[in-house]
């Protein structure tokens, strides 16, 4: 996941800060316009001092007044706030900016669809637009799920209280970039708050159940329906790899994932029509609770000797409540 640092979120030196930010190797810089158009003066500065891409979140009730400062100082990214706009915003074709929307977490995602065939990504306010040092909102993790389903080609970033741990579910989610601001400028040493953003091991305030597929968004069969046939159209239907088995009060009896159902070809590749279902589902897989925090959860992967890909979360009595991927850490950055 792309780092994009907040630039304006200390009181030090713009050229002391693009230097820094750059000696660390920092994906973007993050420039925040709260309808002031001087902010371009520190683009161009920034432009003379360094290559690194500049993200611009332009937060305007009359962005048109941004149209010719953009052809003359072209940026890399460049995002409008949706809550300021008073119509459909209509970019000009010569701004070759990658385009964004951005939402606060009021707003519902389906806002995007207008925009969905020009512009290339959506920016999730998890704090309040322009302002630095709030707590994340842990509804955005919902806000992620539902947009990668109903626009799975766009990418998603995200801004305002990313710490370490934030950090790393929003790479787990499949999440693009992520703008910090405080989070960088206020730690002891900003390398090391860079590296946390990168790595994360440190202090949990969330919990699996904040940020799992739920029920309903997971593959899920009744054990007693389970055939072959079945678990490989339901693998199929959900595109995620894998499906759990349920017994009649919900507890978890098993996980078939496409590592199972190849080890069984394998072993019954002779009687291929005839393979026991019993024989591509693993009745043990390794499984965690909902009420586990991030903490819990990497200690929990770091213990196996073997790659974790799906990972059933339960609830303390056994049954099925939401499920993890691993792919998107697996697949690195899109």
Known sequence: MKISASIYSTDRPLLEVVKELDAHRIDYFHVDCNDDVRVFEDIKKIREWSTT??????????????????????????????????SKL??????????GLAITANSDITVFDEYA???DFMLMMATIPGKSGGSFNKDIFRKIREFK??????RIHVDGG????VSFILRNMGVYASVSGSYLFKAESLGFALLNLKTYENESLFTVR???LNNGEIPVLAEHEASFESILKTIDNYQLGFVMLSDAEGRLAGISSNADIRKGLIKHFAKLPHIPVQEIINTQPVTIRESATVIELLRLIKSKNF??????????????????TFINLIKGEA
């Open 90 to 99: 209509v970019l000009p074709a010569d701004i070759k900016a990658r385009k």
């Open 210 to 212: 904040d940020f799992m």
């Open 307 to 324: 790659p974790i890909s799906y990972l059933p979360v339960i609830n303390d009595q056994g049954q099925i409540s939401g499920a993890l």
């Open 149 to 154: 389903r109903r626009y799975p080609t766009k």
């Open 162 to 165: 990313v710490n370490g741990e």
């Open 53 to 86: 891409p500049i993200d611009l979140h332009i937060i305007s009730s009359t962005p048109e007044k941004y149209f010719d400062l953009l052809r003359e100082t072209p940026v890399d990214y460049v995002t409008f706030q949706h809550e300021d706009l008073k």
């Open 117 to 119: 065939d020009n512009f």
